[in-house]
């Protein structure tokens, strides 16, 4: 028998939201210790902190940190407050801190509006009061902010690529995929980023646009240059599932359980449903029990209607007492009692009686939609 069709995994995309840098640097693009007039960037960026009314500390660890962005293609403004400004950014800052987010939206506005604002200025603000409206749950309003942020062009190259990145993660969340894709294609080419996070969260976009041999494409990419991430794996899987290549998205999670990866009830489910749609009844029954066993799979409805389906095959091939075991295995966790009774009508078929009645009457005592079948069995 084949087994009734399965919705695929779904693509889990995870893209959290970071407050862009507060501090810029200048020309990010270069190496970090390069000079920019008589000071290096990573003393600049210090500088910026210090101005910012942040500790040495901070400071500090401002100056050492390296580019994030390093290959980007933008030249960097010389991101700076005007001086007439930075009391107003610091204000601002600390209403951030103190967790005022209406606050921090409500300032932000009237920072942008001021004449002295410079491009440095406005997106510092606009970043600020997207994350506070973020916060807030106002996500509609925190792309509109990350926007204009992103337009006003004035952050260093790590906050201005944290800030377009998460414009592209609210769009997301707002389900506007086309803009949402729009936005981190040119994050990609501007940036050159290729850490995997970043292609990973196009091919979620791409799949979510029911693009799917798009996103299969670069997961299947991602995989290759990363065997041991198990997200991207899994992503690749239900991208490949969507696409209707079964047979890859199989491949792809055989071989992860065979090393190991295979933790989690969802990932073996993932796995055995895919034996199961490819007829591959014993590795359906071995991954199976070998869940249970180590109990990575736990008794429940949904393992019960599996072992069923597992049980009506064994039937149709003529394995009854195969039948009998799974259909045994499935009765006790089921939600109802249709799989005693299966079981009873193949004790029954089977010439043992007395275990068939005391199947019949456990799928009485579950509830079954035809308990005449069940009394029937008791009767005879």
Request: no cysteine; proline share 4%; hydrophobic share 40%.
């Amino acid at each position: 028998m084949k087994p009734t069709f399965r919705r695929p995994l779904a693509t889990s995309i995870a893209a959290a939201l970071a407050l862009a840098l507060l501090a810029p640097a200048a020309n990010a693009q270069q190496d970090p210790t390069a000079t920019t007039g008589t000071k290096t960037m990573r003393q600049q960026r210090a500088e910026r902190m210090a101005e910012l009314g942040k500790g040495k500390e901070e400071a500090k660890q401002a100056e050492d940190k390296p580019a994030a962005y390093p290959n980007a293609t933008r030249t960097q403004p010389d991101a700076k407050s005007s001086g007439k400004m930075i009391k107003n950014l610091q204000g601002l800052q600390e209403l951030f801190e103190k967790r005022d987010m209406a606050g921090v939206v409500a300032r932000a506005e009237e920072i942008v509006a001021m004449p002295s604002a410079n491009a440095y200025d406005k997106s510092f603000a606009y970043s600020l009061a997207a994350n506070a409206a973020a916060d807030q749950d106002d996500q509609a309003k925190a792309a509109d902010y990350f926007r204009k942020a992103v337009d006003a062009n004035g952050l260093d190259n790590d906050s201005h690529y944290t800030t377009m990145y998460n414009l592209a993660v609210i769009q997301f969340g707002l389900e506007k995929y086309t803009d949402a894709l729009a936005t981190v294609d040119r994050f990609l080419a501007e940036s050159k980023s290729e850490k995997p996070e970043h292609q990973s969260f196009r091919a979620g976009i791409l799949a979510n646009l029911e693009r799917h041999d798009e996103a299969a494409a670069i997961y299947k990419e991602l995989i290759a240059k990363n065997p041991g991430d198990k997200r991207i794996l899994m992503n690749a899987v239900a991208a490949l599932q969507n696409a209707d290549k079964q047979d890859q998205a199989n491949a792809l999670l055989e071989d992860a359980y065979k090393r190991g990866m295979l933790t989690e009830s969802r990932e073996l489910r993932a796995l055995y449903i895919g034996y199961m749609n490819a007829s591959r009844w014993e590795d359906t029954k071995k991954v199976i029990d070998a869940g249970m066993s180590s109990g990575v799979l736990q008794p429940g409805p949904d393992l019960a209607r599996d072992y069923q389906i597992l049980a009506q095959n064994a039937y149709a091939d003529d394995k009854i007492p195969l039948a009998i075991d799974l259909y045994g295995k499935a009765a006790p966790m089921a939600a109802d009692g249709e799989a005693y009774l299966n079981l009873a009508k193949v004790l029954e078929y089977s010439g043992k009686k007395a275990e068939a009645k005391a199947a019949a009457q456990k799928a009485l005592d579950k509830g079954v939609k035809k308990p005449d079948d069940a009394r029937g069995i008791l009767s005879r």
